[in-house]
C-alpha cells in the first residue's frame, strides 16, 4: 500500500500540473497566435484525455490494489464538480454548457472499480479505458482539424476505429478488437445527459464480458 500511495500521489502531482499549468500555458500559447477559444480548450480536453486518463490506465498494472486509483479519480471527480459548483472554472479545458470531464472521471473510476475490484479482469478495464482516452483523443483532434469544432464525424470513428481495434486486441485479444470496433460506432452518437465518456467505455465493456454474461 505504502508504494501505490506513492505511485499515486506522483501522478496525481502529474494529472494537476498537466491540467492547471502546462495546458493553461498551451492554451494561452494558442488564442495568442489566433486559435478560437474553443478549438484550443477542446484540444486541451483531448491532451488530458491522454496524458492524465489513458497514462494513468497503462500504468495500472503497477499498482497492487484498485483502491488508489480509484480514490484518486474519484478525488479528480468531485475537485472538477467543484470548480463549477463554485463557479471557477478552468476555463482552458472545462466549459458551462457541460461537465463531460466529470463524467470522463467518474467512468474512469467505475470501470477500474468494477474490473479489477469486483470482476479480477484488469485488462478489460485497462482497454475500455484506452478507447475513451485514446480512441476518443483521436477522433475528436481528427474532427476539430477537418471542421474546427465540436461535432460528429464518420472520419473521426475511422480514426478511432484505427486505434481503438489494436489497443483492444492488445489487452483482450480478437474479443477486445471487436470490443474497439463497437466503441468507435458509439461514439458517433450521444444521448442527453450522457455522452461517449459514459457510452464507450460502457458498451465497450458489454462486449469484452459477454462471455461471463451469457
Known amino acids: 500500500m505504502t508504494s501505490d500511495l506513492a505511485l499515486g500521489t506522483v501522478l496525481l502531482a502529474w ?3 498537466l491540467s492547471g499549468v502546462l ?4 492554451y494561452h500559447r494558442w488564442t495568442a497566435r489566433g486559435m ?3 478549438r484550443a480548450v477542446y484540444y486541451n480536453r483531448k491532451i488530458i484525455h491522454v496524458l492524465a486518463g489513458g497514462l ?3 500504468l495500472l498494472p503497477l499498482f497492487s490494489s484498485w483502491i488508489v486509483p480509484v480514490a484518486m ?3 479528480l471527480s468531485l475537485f472538477l464538480y467543484a470548480s463549477r459548483r463554485a463557479g471557477r472554472l478552468m476555463y482552458w479545458f472545462q466549459t458551462p454548457d457541460n461537465a463531460y470531464e466529470v463524467h470522463f472521471t467518474l467512468a474512469w473510476a467505475f470501470v477500474v472499480f468494477l474490473t479489477w475490484a469486483i470482476l479480477g479482469q484488469l485488462n478489460v478495464g485497462i482497454a475500455a479505458i484506452t478507447f475513451m482516452a485514446f480512441g476518443d483523443a483521436v477522433t475528436g483532434v481528427v474532427r476539430n482539424l477537418m471542421y474546427g469544432r465540436r461535432t460528429k464525424s464518420w472520419w473521426g470513428n475511422l480514426a478511432m476505429a484505427l486505434v481503438s481495434v489494436p489497443l483492444g486486441y492488445y489487452y483482450v485479444g480478437p ?3 471487436l470490443a474497439g470496433l463497437a466503441a468507435s460506432l458509439v461514439e458517433h452518437f450521444e444521448w442527453p445527459p450522457l455522452d461517449d ?3 464507450v467505455p460502457l458498451v465497450s465493456l458489454l462486449v469484452m464480458l459477454l462471455p461471463r454474461l451469457i
Open 197 to 199: 465518456n459514459i457510452t
Open 56 to 58: 494513468v490506465a497503462v
Open 36 to 38: 478560437p477559444h474553443n
Open 73 to 75: 479519480a474519484l478525488l
Open 15 to 17: 494529472i494537476l500540473l
Open 23 to 26: 495546458t493553461r500555458r498551451l
Open 175 to 177: 474479443l477486445g478488437a
